[in-house]
């Protein structure tokens, strides 16, 4: 009971009453652009995107501004960039290497030039959870926000693009833009979530809770709310292990409970994800038989209606 309650006696204390805010904030969000970031194949954007954006942070230090707002411009000015130069998988694929690639260039220059101790650029590698700002938790929830209502405005042909290019372009609906717009969404939910985990374990809270509710469950909007369950579950338990008396940082904790999870949703989801994949053509088979048997009737009854017509001639 001791450990319990001193557990949530660190409640009292501000900056972890900002970092459980702001964390949530960005597993929220983070769960729901990170559904749509692997149904649509864009996950290596997502590894690539906190690269650029260290890049970004340390030209704003270079330039003596806070390091926050070079992350923001060089995501999203690479999410833009890499919708414009890549249409097809391959094409995307090779466009975000060399953009990545050439950012991680400047991140080097800028770094090799700023006399200075870039401490915070070197914390946006590791994430700054535990000492985030009531300012910067403000910034946070806006910014999340703003991206969750987004979504739930495009949701609709944002799932239709994602599921079906080809048949949601027929129909009219502007695939282009679509993308340019989800990217620009995953560039804001990188930057964010780089406060929380650092660039370099992004993914953590971008794929994981995500691909942990895929293998779980099919519906959409039921995958969505597990990743977001998950998410903010791996990051409140995370803050609260990393504040308890433990000098392990906060983004290995939540790293190893995303992992911890997966692992065995991974080796077990196989189970019913046959078992679902058997159901559904028995389903198939019993419609088509059901659909021949139909058929059979309806000859049967159209020959029938013949021999009566003959016989009253």
Not at 175 to 187: H, M, S
Request: hydrophobic share 55%.
């Amino acid at each position: 009971m001791s450990k319990v309650k001193s557990m949530f006696d660190i409640l009292q204390y501000s900056f972890i009453q900002n970092a459980l805010i702001a964390g949530s904030c960005v597993a929220v969000v983070a769960a729901v652009v990170g559904y749509f970031m692997i149904v649509r194949g864009l996950t290596f954007a997502g590894h690539a995107l906190p690269n650029i954006g260290f890049a970004g942070a340390a030209g704003a230090v270079l330039l003596g501004l806070d390091p926050v707002f070079g992350l923001f411009a060089f995501t999203i000015g690479a999410g833009i960039s890499i919708s414009l130069l890549g249409k097809r998988v391959n094409e995307r694929d090779t466009s975000i290497a060399i953009i990545m690639t050439f950012a991680l260039g400047l991140g080097i220059l800028f770094l090799s030039l700023y006399s200075g101790y870039a401490e915070r650029v070197y914390s946006i590698l590791f994430g700054q959870i535990v000492g985030i700002s009531q300012i910067d938790v403000q910034i946070t929830a806006t910014f999340s926000l703003l991206t969750v209502g987004i979504v739930l405005v495009l949701f609709r042909p944002l799932l239709f693009s994602s599921f079906d290019p080809e048949v949601a372009e027929a129909r009219g609906v502007p695939i282009r833009f679509l993308g340019t717009i989800f990217l620009i969404l995953v560039a804001i939910t990188v930057s964010l979530a780089v406060q929380v985990v650092g660039a370099l374990l992004v993914f953590t809270l971008l794929v994981g809770p995500a691909a942990t509710a895929i293998r779980i469950v099919q519906h959409p909007l039921w995958a969505i709310f597990l990743a977001i369950v998950l998410g903010v579950c791996y990051t409140c338990l995370g803050i609260f292990l990393a504040a308890n008396g433990s000098f392990w940082p906060v983004s290995f904790y939540i790293a190893t409970l995303s992992f911890g999870v997966y692992l065995p949703v991974r080796l077990l989801s196989q189970f019913w994800i046959g078992r679902r994949a058997r159901k559904s053509v028995s389903a198939k088979d019993t419609s088509l038989s059901q659909g021949k048997g139909e058929d059979q009737e309806r000859n049967a009854s159209i020959q029938t209606m013949g021999h009566i017509q003959g016989s009253s001639h």
